[in-house]
Nanobody, 123 residues
Framework: QVQLVESGGGLVQAGGSLRLSCAAF????????VGWFRQALGKGRDFVAA????????IYADSVWGRFTISRDNAKNTVYLQMNSLKPDDTAVYYC????????????????WGQGTQVTVSS
């Protein structure tokens, strides 16, 4: 069992930055892949980025490539999402998720989910 707790959301102006954190509790070693997804109001939950605990390998959605960076601190069992050059279209609830499989953009590959943190970007 793995518990995920997100933090770091908030309100920011377009062009600004935020850093989200995802702390993993329980047995994070059983879920070698951690991802971030986001869900805007009235829309589906979309993939943002993912990372492997062991190697630090990463994948990104095209929409955030070059603006967002995912990283991890193994000693703290925490994954970060640094978000720069934020746009109003980035407004969403951001969810952290963990899975036992390889890096993936598919929601179905993630077994554990956090409660989400709201990010609002004003124009």
């Amino acid at each position: 069992q793995v518990q995920l707790v997100e933090s770091g959301g908030g309100l920011v102006q377009a062009g600004g930055s935020l850093r989200l954190s995802c702390a993993a509790f329980g047995r994070p070693g059983s879920t070698p892949t951690v991802g971030w997804f986001r869900q805007a109001l009235g829309k589906g939950r979309d993939f943002v980025a993912a990372i492997r605990w062991s190697t630090g390998s990463t994948i990104y959605a095209d929409s955030v490539w070059g603006r967002f960076t995912i990283s991890r601190d193994n000693a703290k069992n925490t994954v970060y999402l640094q978000m720069n050059s934020l746009k109003p279209d980035d407004t969403a609830v951001y969810y952290c998720a963990a899975g036992a499989g390889p890096l993936s953009r598919a929601r179905s590959q993630y077994d554990y989910w956090g409660q989400g943190t709201q990010v609002t970007v004003s124009s």
